[in-house]
């Protein structure tokens, strides 16, 4: 199993930024696709959730009106567009990938919100 997480790095607040987590090793298309955040000193957090058939999706609330997720299941991939961010947006954000009791973790990539 290999995600190979793309599109953090340094923002202004108000900014945009697309993340996007290619995966291989495991049948994607059968499983439930997540984006998680850590920030410093705190727990790690989802973010998004999308079904495998990317029909449905779940969003903090504090990330509704501002991230979507999306997937492509024929490009192995998950994305999530951020808009309007903030620097307590700032985190190290996760790819994750869910079916039953198998969960895969992607390595993060780190998203910095300047004030």
């Known amino acids: 199993v290999q995600f190979v997480e793309s599109g953090g790095g340094l923002v202004e607040s108000g900014g945009s930024l697309r993340l996007s987590c290619v995966a291989s090793?495991?049948?994607?298309?059968?499983?439930?696709m997540s984006w998680y955040r850590q920030a410093p000193g705190k727990e790690r957090e989802l973010v998004a959730a999308i079904s495998t058939a990317g029909s449905s999706t779940t969003y903090a609330g504090s990330m509704k009106d501002r991230f979507t997720i999306s997937r492509d299941n024929a490009k192995n991939t998950v994305y999530l567009q951020m808009n309007s961010l903030k620097p307590e947006d700032t985190a190290v954000y996760y790819c994750?990938?869910?079916?039953?009791?198998?969960?895969?973790w992607g390595q993060g990539t780190q998203v910095t919100v300047s004030s």
């Open positions: 994750n990938a869910r079916r039953a009791v198998s969960v895969y």
């Open positions: 090793g495991f049948s994607f298309s059968t499983y439930v």
